[in-house]
């Protein structure tokens, strides 16, 4: 009982301390992405929302999206939700020095992991790797093409039946 009341109170005290510091730290600016991850511009330091069709009952459901440069310009955050049905992903973009191109990580509240490269051709950025749902893996690619008006359209294919599917469509419009 000693312990979980010790615990409880260091806990207190690190939020107290955290939330009343919180006023005076510097006002933070946006980074400049490093060069090695230039191919991400047409996505950063926006807000992305768009409608995607609910697999299960076929409503339309709001997707919010932010991809925000952080460290110095060296990673950039991924942040994703569809509040309507609980579901929020998390993840980041980096250089991998090893296989010398950018990658990504993404973690999702119901479980998934997806992983993988990410290039662009043709003005058209492409992530492909793999994807882990709690009982099944498999290979996927995602695209996103810009238009001229600013909107971004994203394409999602897998094979987790053995070829390669489309998957969902969003047309995302940047807010401010």
Not at 14 to 39: G, M, N, R, W, Y
Not at 45 to 52: A, I
Not at 93 to 101: A, H, K, L, N, T
Request: charged letters at 20%; one cysteine or more; glycine letters at 8%.
């Amino acid at each position: 009982m000693k312990r979980t009341m010790c615990i409880c109170g260091l806990i207190a005290l690190f939020a107290t301390i955290c939330f009343s510091q919180e006023k005076d730290l510097p006002e933070v600016k946006a980074a400049t992405l490093s060069d090695s991850l230039k191919i991400l511009q047409p996505l950063v330091d926006k807000q992305w929302v768009g409608k995607l069709a609910n697999p299960q009952d076929g409503r339309l459901l709001e997707v919010r999206r932010h991809f925000q440069v952080i460290w110095g310009g060296s990673i950039v955050k991924y942040s994703s939700s569809m509040q309507e049905i609980g579901s929020f992903s998390e993840g980041y973009f980096y250089w991998d020095r090893e296989v010398r191109q950018v990658a990504v990580f993404i973690v999702n509240s119901r479980g998934v992991i997806q992983e993988g490269g990410v290039s662009l051709e043709n003005g058209v950025l492409t992530l492909q790797g793999t994807i882990a749902f709690p009982d099944i893996r498999f290979d996927y690619k995602n695209t996103f093409e810009f238009t001229p008006d600013g909107r971004m359209i994203d394409r999602w294919f897998h094979n987790a039946p053995g070829t390669w599917q489309p998957g969902h469509v969003i047309e995302f419009t940047p807010v401010e």
